[in-house]
């Protein structure tokens, strides 16, 4: 019998542990080194690839692992957001606009579907943008690899100019970060849908 303590020391856990220390490394450093905090970010940001991968060789998938790999990426996203907003205090506005559309988007949807939140069957009545995102791996790798490439080359840029990476931030990154808050906004309105409909449905069955 598998106990609550075995599933928390399940090796996609683990490294999502090491992901959350990565992390906090990186915020630490980030007014005091700036290569350190970028290696500490980029190690955490590859553990979410990995973890994935280790879960399903090894049979070990969980709910509580898909929290904590959900939560991390959000709090990793925000947290960089906010040093931005410290970096580059004339764009405070739109990087909490950016929080607040990560945050409302990701637990909508999270909250809408009963299974996992990226497989067919969660989105088959969900908007076709949605499904495509989700489906077309090349595409949901492009949009979320490159929106945070973008956060931490602008990151950089503040502190170590250079016209190739200049380049690669704004003309291959920032599409890759607009299409994705596009998606952020459609997902958002889907599940809001989604929720108000199960709500609506529960309201008519109390009153027959």
């Known amino acids: 019998m598998t106990t609550a303590e075995e599933v928390f020391l399940y090796y996609p856990n683990i490294i999502g542990y090491i992901r959350v220390l990565f992390m906090l490394i990186s915020f630490y450093f980030s007014k005091i080194s700036w290569q350190l905090s970028v290696i500490s970010y980029l190690f955490a940001f590859i553990g979410d690839v990995v973890d994935g991968h280790v879960a399903r060789a090894f049979n070990q998938c969980s709910t509580y692992g898909g929290v904590l790999d959900m939560v991390t990426d959000r709090v990793s996203t925000c947290g960089l957001l906010v040093i931005l907003s410290t970096i580059y205090p004339s ?5 909490l606009c950016l929080i607040s559309l990560d945050i409302f988007s990701h637990w ?3 909250m809408s579907v009963t299974g996992h939140h990226k497989s067919k069957e969660t989105l088959k009545h969900r908007n076709a943008l949605l499904q495509w995102y989700y ?5 949901f790798g492009y949009c979320c690899v490159g929106t945070e490439l973008f956060y931490i080359l602008l ?3 503040n502190f170590y100019d250079n016209n190739i990476l200049h ?5 291959i990154c920032l599409p890759a970060c607009i299409l994705k808050q596009i998606v952020n906004i459609v997902q958002w309105a889907s599940a809001a849908h989604a929720i108000a409909s199960i709500d609506a449905e529960s309201a008519n069955t109390k009153t027959q």
């Open 91 to 95: 764009y405070l506005f739109h990087f």
């Open 108 to 110: 909508f949807h999270v």
């Open 135 to 139: 489906s077309i791996y090349p595409l």
């Open 155 to 157: 990151y950089v840029l």
């Open 167 to 171: 380049q690669l931030c704004y003309y």
